[in-house]
């Protein structure tokens, strides 16, 4: 069997485009085969000290939409800025790519299996658990539920446990008029 050949990386976004999600809004679909492998893009964005990182992290929190990546133990990277086309790349609790940390310089999300053209670019965002963690509509038949990342699933599951014992009993019942 022949060697498959990576591809390079991308110089811009010529392995992906925004198209309508079925996941979340605006999402990222693949414009060719990407073989596994294969590094899609580059998640770009505003260099900053870890402090303002935690800072814009809640801030982004509180809107919904959180776009910080750690880079090391002393800087993030926010990836709110309009050219980081990454920033649409959506979570999944079977994705297609992961994200890579290249020496705290780079980061680079990179196909961890075959991607078809068409196909929408995935990624495990690996947030830690945030209660209540943000609801997962990713559809995979592993879904977590809730968007918290594979390195968190302990946590998770000993949350939802917690959340099904205070659960309240249903008091509302449908009556008939009289």
Known sequence: MAKRQRLPKPEGWEY???????????????????????????????????KEGNRRTDEQWAKGQVYTFELSRRVDLDGSVPSNVA?????????????????????????????KAGEEITYDYNFPLVEPPPVCKCG???????????????????????????????????RTKS
Request: hydrophobic share 35%; glycine share 8%.
């Open 16 to 50: 992906v485009r925004i198209g309508r999600s079925r996941l979340h809004g605006r999402g990222l679909f693949a414009v060719r085969d990407l073989p596994k492998g294969t590094i899609v893009m580059e998640y770009l964005g505003e260099r900053v000290s870890k």
């Open 87 to 115: 920033r649409l790349a959506n979570f999944s609790c079977d994705p297609n790519c992961e994200s890579e940390n290249e020496d705290g310089r780079h980061i680079w999300i990179k196909a961890i299996r075959d991607i």
């Open 140 to 174: 995979a038949k592993a879904c977590r539920g809730y968007i918290v990342g594979e390195d968190h699933k302990k946590e998770l599951k000993a949350w939802i446990a917690k959340q099904a014992q205070h659960k309240p009993e249903r008091q509302a019942k449908r």
